[in-house]
């Protein structure tokens, strides 16, 4: 029987591949790299020094790891710049819903997130009371498909892993999850989330009862 959900952030709760695009699309060109949007897909879930890394290998660049952390600080200062002006109507349809069906539920909700700027986020959307625990990029030290953020999140809640249920938008995540032996709900193309435990598109109409809990 599921006790606790843990929701991923970026791509679950709120769309915010489309800033962090932006800063790292102006960081490319700097650097006199072409970034672009198929490559930015595939930086879903990754950290952030796993993201700069991606993109200076795609670009041929090679810098000092003295360059790299100034690199990251800029496009993170240029990212909390963008995500400033966020709110709550840039919440995910049906995220919000969901979490407020798990509590009225009973369940326990906790974010597990890569992100090191979720409460930033979680604050400028006005979510950031509903969870129970916060473990995010902050906390953790391993990356998705490391089960770490989600055994975490878990100990947090104090549930046994395998009572809790894992909202995930990206590969890694997915697999994180399964890692951790927890089921999983992925949030996009089930072919490509395929090793979850079950996939919706987006979160719009389902049901966390009869669509989720009822079924798995
Ligand atoms: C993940 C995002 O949730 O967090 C990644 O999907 C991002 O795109 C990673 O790189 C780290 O985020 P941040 O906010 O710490 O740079
Ligand atoms: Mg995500």
Request: net charge negative; charged share 25%; proline share 3%.
């Amino acid at each position: 029987m599921i006790e606790g959900i843990i929701f991923d952030l970026d791509g679950v709760i709120v769309d915010t591949a489309k800033y962090h695009f932006q800063a790292w699309k102006r960081m490319a060109a700097e650097l006199g790299v072409n970034f672009t949007e198929v490559e930015n897909e595939q930086l879903k879930g990754v950290s952030r020094r796993g993201s700069i890394d991606k993109i200076l290998n795609w670009g041929g660049i090679s810098l000092s790891e003295e360059e790299i952390e100034k690199w990251m600080r800029i496009k993170n200062e240029w990212y909390l710049e963008y995500v400033a002006g966020m709110q709550p109507s840039e919440i995910l349809p049906g995220a919000d819903r969901i979490i407020a069906e798990a509590k009225s539920l009973g369940l326990k909700v906790s974010l597990g997130s890569a992100s090191k700027n979720s409460r930033f986020i979680l604050e400028k959307v006005n979510l950031i009371d509903q969870f129970d625990a916060i473990v995010d990029g902050t906390v953790v030290s391993a990356s998705k498909p490391d089960p770490e953020v989600f055994l975490t999140g878990a100990k947090q809640l104090g549930l046994e892993p395998s009572k809790c249920l894992v909202f995930e938008d990206a590969v890694a995540g997915v697999q994180a999850a399964n890692n951790g032996n927890m089921k999983v709900i992925g949030v996009g193309d089930s072919t490509i989330l395929a090793e979850a435990t079950l996939t919706f598109p987006n979160l719009e109409n389902v049901r966390l009862k009869e669509d989720i809990i009822d079924k798995i």
